[in-house]
């Protein structure tokens, strides 16, 4: 006889007041009980949630589970397919044929040359800054402008349309619009984009945007395309470097460490992303029934794939609730995904947090919250990437 499933009513969705790094208390729980559980989706169809590491990788990387948007069974409602271009919503083969011109443009090497300049757009955001002084909100000072630039300037979006197109990805990516502003901002956003290849394909500048032009892909797929980059190299960078900054400060002996041994860098950047895991939650369809962790999950039925809970798994990371920047284990994480659709933009954003941590922390030795902890305001949970709003922090200007 199996053991009983654990169930979730709902998927919990709020995060214990004080724990602003860790996930939701009912999925921790869930996770205690077992890596998989039954639960119900906010559309009201039964579901699976994932919880351990070894079940969310293995679904990640098993093609009998499906991305496609339209096969989302959520709710007693049908779910349209991806647009053209929007390819972590789509299988093999249409996916691979979106990612696989963009593979080249993203390599380790090619980001690793964009170093020098991540460099000096970090240093431009501090030196305005410290002219500034202090207080000031590291997310609107910091945090964003430094990987809206960098994909700004990849994608080739002419520099006087970078604010707006910061506030639009804002807006419907935030969690917290009304259904009416995130349609207004998400179809602003597209317009935009439709513009932008046209442009580019009337007249090639030196971008990926416009490199891209010069395959068989269409316009429509381009606009789609552009809108998962700019969109994803935008707001998880950005979050990462606020929340990752918060979480710093709230770990004052790790927080010595890091400043003590520039060597941390890359570890930190590491265990950071374990340890934070802004892109919380994924979902995949049963193509078949598959026999998961001793249980079926019936063809139709889809799985949500926790990813912060799976990157605290004990089973898989030693002290997963402490952040350790020396841990030896973080690199195996999943805040990039796993399988097929492992972020492609990852060396980019390692690249952006290694300079723009170290770059912040030598600049400003006495950096700290301007404000109690409590009262710095997150992002909900409803949001497609974790976050804070604002970051309000303080310094000594005379050590600065």
């Not at 970078?162 to 502003?181: A, H, K, V, W, Y």
Request: with cysteine.
């Amino acid at each position: 006889m199996s053991e009983p499933v654990h169930t979730v009513t709902t998927l919990p969705t709020e995060r214990r007041p004080g724990c602003p790094f860790d996930p939701p208390a009912e999925l921790l729980d869930a996770r205690r009980h077992g890596p998989i559980s039954r639960c119900t989706h906010p559309g009201g169809r039964p579901g699976w949630l994932i919880t351990g590491y070894d079940l969310v990788r293995s679904v990640l990387a098993d093609s009998r589970f499906s991305s496609r948007k339209e096969l989302l069974n959520v709710g007693d409602f049908e779910v349209p397919p991806a647009p053209p271009g929007e390819f972590l919503l789509m299988d093999d083969p249409q996916h691979r044929r979106y990612r696989k011109p963009l593979a080249g443009k993203f390599t380790v090497r090619r980001m690793r040359l964009l170093t020098e300049r991540i460099e000096q757009i970090t240093a431009d955001c501090l030196d305005a800054m410290e002219k500034a002084g202090p207080p000031t909100d590291l997310v609107t000072a910091f945090a964003k402008p430094i990987p809206t630039i960098v994909i700004c300037e990849l994608l080739g979006v002419p520099y006087q349309d970078r604010d707006s197109f910061q506030e639009q990805i804002d807006t419907f990516m935030g969690g917290e619009t009304s259904e009416e502003e995130l349609i207004a901002a998400y179809t602003a956003t597209q317009e935009y984009l439709a513009a932008l290849v046209a442009a580019k394909r009337a007249n090639p500048t030196d971008d990926v945007l416009s490199e891209l032009t010069d395959s068989d892909l269409t316009d429509e797929e381009l606009k789609g395309i552009s809108l998962i980059l700019l969109a994803a190299g935008f707001d998880t960078t950005a979050n990462m470097l606020s929340l990752g900054t918060f979480a710093l400060l709230q770990n004052p002996e790790q927080l010595a460490a890091l400043r003590a041994d520039p060597a941390l860098t890359d570890g930190a950047v590491e265990e950071l992303l374990r340890y934070l895991s802004v892109a919380k939650t994924f979902m995949r369809t049963a193509l078949e029934d598959v026999e998961l962790g001793g249980r079926t999950i019936e063809a139709g039925t889809t799985v949500v794939l926790s990813y912060h809970t799976a990157n605290r798994d004990p089973e898989r990371f030693a002290d997963p609730h402490v952040l350790d920047l020396r841990r030896q284990d973080a690199g195996g994480h999943l805040a990039f995904s796993h399988g097929i659709h492992q972020c492609l933009g990852q060396q980019l954003a390692r690249v952006e947090m290694r300079v723009a941590f170290r770059a912040l922390l030598d600049r400003f030795p006495t950096l700290r919250l301007a404000v109690p902890a409590e009262e710095v305001g997150l992002r909900p949970e409803a949001a497609d990437i974790y976050g804070v709003k604002s970051l309000p922090v303080t310094w000594d200007t005379e050590a600065s």
